[in-house]
């Protein structure tokens, strides 16, 4: 285990700062000086398994009087609020609070894996989903015994269609901003109700496909392009943008 001594009592407490009251941005540009205690340089050195270890000998109230977070709760916002931050506010926050977010909740990774997707990180994107996917198969926490971790299992599947398909409905409108998929012959496919019609999605190496399974009419967007699909014409096929 490495060297967690530095953890030391300070004063200070973290906060979370906005720039402007109700504003819904949020970016690090807007952190003030002297609300956070910074730390030394041990802390970058320390991989995510090493933060969770830290809570196992020192106190909560002591560890969170440091720049670490137990869950991601600005990433949470960023996704639960999508459509008020932009691509580069997401990408700037989500560099941010990633490297000082400790990973211990099972509720994190599921979030950190739509938004590390959105932003274009699929490497991580891959990870945490992988993390989230593994909570109670591989019992990453070391205490299935006690039961399974609910909300991680829904969130699995919300970093498969939120994150790797990109679904979006921030403005009544269904709509997808899908990733290509990690290997060359994996596709991801996955159902969905909408609106009482039943809607199928495959995503591949290049194009994903949109079809109709049940229902007479259905309106979406593929990225910003509109997709009608009706009874019949239910196929669409769209290229996967590399955005």
């Known amino acids: 285990m490495s060297d967690l001594s530095w953890l030391n009592p300070t004063p200070h407490a973290i906060a979370v700062y906005a720039s402007r009251p109700l504003s819904p941005v949020i970016t690090q540009h807007s952190l003030p000086s002297g609300r956070y205690t910074l730390l030394g340089p041990d802390f970058h050195r320390l991989d995510r398994t090493s933060l969770r270890l830290a809570h196992l000998f020192y106190h909560p109230l002591n560890i969170y009087r440091k720049r670490v977070i137990k869950q991601a709760d600005v990433v949470l916002a960023m996704f639960l609020l999508g459509d008020a931050f932009s691509i580069?506010?997401?990408?700037?926050?989500?560099?941010?609070?990633?490297?000082?977010?400790?990973?211990?909740?099972?509720?994190?990774?599921?979030?950190?894996?739509?938004?590390?997707?959105?932003?274009?990180?699929?490497?991580?994107?891959?990870?945490y989903g992988m993390a989230a996917l593994l909570m109670d198969l591989a019992d990453v926490g070391g205490n299935v015994k006690d039961g399974c971790h609910i909300a991680s299992m829904g969130g699995t599947w919300m970093m498969l269609t939120y994150g790797f398909g990109g679904m979006r409905d921030d403005d009544g409108t269904l709509s997808f901003w899908p990733r290509r998929a990690p290997d060359d012959n994996a596709k991801l496919r996955f159902p969905l109700i909408y609106r009482g019609q039943l809607l199928e999605v495959e995503i591949g190496l290049d194009k994903v496909e949109y079809t109709l399974r049940e229902g007479e009419r259905l309106v979406i967007r593929h990225e910003m392009q509109e997709v009608v699909l009706t009874r019949d014409s239910p196929l669409a096929v769209r290229p996967v943008s590399s955005r």
């Open 88 to 127: 580069e506010t997401k990408k700037r926050n989500f560099e941010f609070y990633d490297p000082m977010t400790t990973g211990d909740s099972s509720l994190s990774s599921c979030v950190e894996a739509i938004i590390a997707a959105q932003v274009g990180d699929m490497d991580k994107a891959i990870r």
